[in-house]
Protein backbone atom coordinates (compact mmCIF):
# COMPACT_ATOMS: atom_id res chain seq x y z
CA UNK A 1 0.00 0.00 0.00
CA UNK A 2 2.57 2.46 0.79
CA UNK A 3 5.33 1.41 -1.51
CA UNK A 4 7.43 4.62 -1.04
CA UNK A 5 7.17 7.04 2.66
CA UNK A 6 8.39 10.82 2.72
CA UNK A 7 9.16 11.79 5.96
CA UNK A 8 9.66 15.60 6.50
CA UNK A 9 12.26 16.05 9.25
CA UNK A 10 12.92 19.06 11.14
CA UNK A 11 16.00 18.52 12.86
CA UNK A 12 14.24 18.73 16.53
CA UNK A 13 13.71 16.13 19.22
CA UNK A 14 9.91 15.54 17.01
CA UNK A 15 12.02 13.31 14.63
CA UNK A 16 12.41 11.00 17.19
CA UNK A 17 9.14 10.24 17.49
CA UNK A 18 7.78 10.46 13.91
CA UNK A 19 11.03 8.09 12.91
CA UNK A 20 9.94 5.44 15.54
CA UNK A 21 6.60 4.98 14.02
CA UNK A 22 7.21 4.92 10.37
CA UNK A 23 10.40 2.76 11.07
CA UNK A 24 7.39 0.08 12.22
CA UNK A 25 4.90 1.01 9.48
CA UNK A 26 7.87 0.65 6.55
CA UNK A 27 8.69 -2.54 8.16
CA UNK A 28 5.34 -4.07 7.69
CA UNK A 29 4.60 -2.30 4.16
CA UNK A 30 8.44 -3.27 3.52
CA UNK A 31 8.74 0.87 2.14
CA UNK A 32 11.67 2.35 1.04
CA UNK A 33 11.74 5.73 2.66
CA UNK A 34 12.71 9.40 1.42
CA UNK A 35 14.05 11.60 4.67
CA UNK A 36 13.41 15.06 3.63
CA UNK A 37 14.89 18.15 5.45
CA UNK A 38 14.06 22.04 4.62
CA UNK A 39 16.92 24.41 5.48
CA UNK A 40 14.85 27.69 5.67
CA UNK A 41 17.50 29.64 8.34
CA UNK A 42 18.99 33.09 6.84
CA UNK A 43 21.98 30.99 4.46
CA UNK A 44 19.85 28.80 2.83
CA UNK A 45 16.74 31.19 2.06
CA UNK A 46 19.60 33.42 0.29
CA UNK A 47 22.45 31.04 -0.87
CA UNK A 48 22.07 32.33 -4.22
CA UNK A 49 22.40 35.80 -3.40
CA UNK A 50 25.03 35.23 -0.63
CA UNK A 51 27.32 33.44 -3.17
CA UNK A 52 26.99 30.29 -0.34
CA UNK A 53 28.13 26.55 -1.43
CA UNK A 54 27.98 25.59 2.15
CA UNK A 55 26.82 27.19 5.70
CA UNK A 56 27.40 25.78 8.94
CA UNK A 57 23.29 25.19 9.13
CA UNK A 58 23.53 23.31 5.98
CA UNK A 59 26.50 21.32 6.59
CA UNK A 60 25.19 20.54 10.08
CA UNK A 61 21.57 19.53 7.80
CA UNK A 62 23.43 17.24 5.69
CA UNK A 63 25.09 15.63 8.64
CA UNK A 64 21.68 15.55 10.70
CA UNK A 65 20.27 13.64 7.03
CA UNK A 66 23.11 11.20 6.89
CA UNK A 67 22.94 10.53 10.43
CA UNK A 68 19.11 9.45 9.98
CA UNK A 69 19.39 7.64 6.83
CA UNK A 70 22.75 5.48 8.30
CA UNK A 71 20.41 4.17 11.12
CA UNK A 72 17.40 3.58 8.76
CA UNK A 73 20.28 1.77 6.71
CA UNK A 74 21.55 -0.23 9.57
CA UNK A 75 18.10 -1.57 9.99
CA UNK A 76 17.63 -2.68 6.60
CA UNK A 77 15.58 -0.33 5.32
CA UNK A 78 16.11 1.87 1.61
CA UNK A 79 16.39 5.22 2.50
CA UNK A 80 17.76 8.74 0.66
CA UNK A 81 17.89 11.77 1.80
CA UNK A 82 16.68 15.26 0.17
CA UNK A 83 18.26 18.98 2.02
CA UNK A 84 16.43 21.30 0.09
CA UNK A 85 16.42 24.89 0.86
CA UNK A 86 13.67 27.72 1.40
CA UNK A 87 10.30 27.75 2.27
CA UNK A 88 9.52 24.08 3.78
CA UNK A 89 6.28 23.91 2.60
CA UNK A 90 7.06 24.68 -0.86
CA UNK A 91 9.87 22.44 -0.97
CA UNK A 92 8.25 19.54 0.24
CA UNK A 93 5.69 19.73 -1.93
CA UNK A 94 7.69 20.12 -4.83
CA UNK A 95 10.03 17.35 -3.69
CA UNK A 96 6.80 14.94 -2.86
CA UNK A 97 5.45 16.05 -6.83
CA UNK A 98 8.79 15.35 -8.46
CA UNK A 99 8.91 12.01 -5.77
CA UNK A 100 5.36 10.87 -5.79
CA UNK A 101 5.36 9.19 -2.46
CA UNK A 102 2.60 6.68 -1.55
CA UNK A 103 2.44 8.70 2.56
CA UNK A 104 4.02 11.82 3.60
CA UNK A 105 4.49 10.96 7.07
CA UNK A 106 5.20 13.52 9.74
CA UNK A 107 5.53 14.82 13.56
CA UNK A 108 3.13 17.70 14.52
CA UNK A 109 4.21 19.98 17.37
CA UNK A 110 0.98 20.07 18.61
CA UNK A 111 0.94 24.13 18.53
CA UNK A 112 -2.54 25.71 19.05
CA UNK A 113 -4.49 28.12 17.13
CA UNK A 114 -2.57 31.30 18.15
CA UNK A 115 0.55 29.66 17.62
CA UNK A 116 0.01 27.98 14.82
CA UNK A 117 -1.76 31.30 13.05
CA UNK A 118 1.67 33.28 14.54
CA UNK A 119 3.99 31.03 13.20
CA UNK A 120 2.41 29.25 10.55
CA UNK A 121 1.81 25.17 11.01
CA UNK A 122 3.89 23.13 7.94
CA UNK A 123 1.39 20.30 8.66
CA UNK A 124 -1.16 21.98 8.36
CA UNK A 125 -0.75 23.97 5.32
CA UNK A 126 0.20 20.66 3.39
CA UNK A 127 -2.59 18.44 4.19
CA UNK A 128 -4.49 21.08 2.33
CA UNK A 129 -2.48 21.79 -0.20
CA UNK A 130 -1.52 17.88 -1.45
CA UNK A 131 -3.54 15.16 -2.67
CA UNK A 132 -1.35 12.90 -0.85
CA UNK A 133 -2.34 10.98 2.53
CA UNK A 134 -0.70 12.51 4.98
CA UNK A 135 0.02 10.78 8.63
CA UNK A 136 0.75 13.06 11.25
CA UNK A 137 1.85 11.95 14.67
CA UNK A 138 1.83 14.30 17.63
CA UNK A 139 5.60 14.23 18.83
CA UNK A 140 6.22 13.34 22.62
CA UNK A 141 6.10 15.92 25.04
CA UNK A 142 10.13 16.71 26.01
CA UNK A 143 11.19 14.81 29.03
Given at each position: ????????????????????????LARLMKSRLILIHVADGHAARNKESLNLDDSEEIRGDREYLETCRSDLAADGFEVRVLLEMGDPVAEILAAAGREQPDLIAMATHGHRF??????????????????????????????
Open positions: MYKTIMVPLDNSPADRTILAHVREIKDTILGSVASSLRHRTGIPILMIRAAAPS
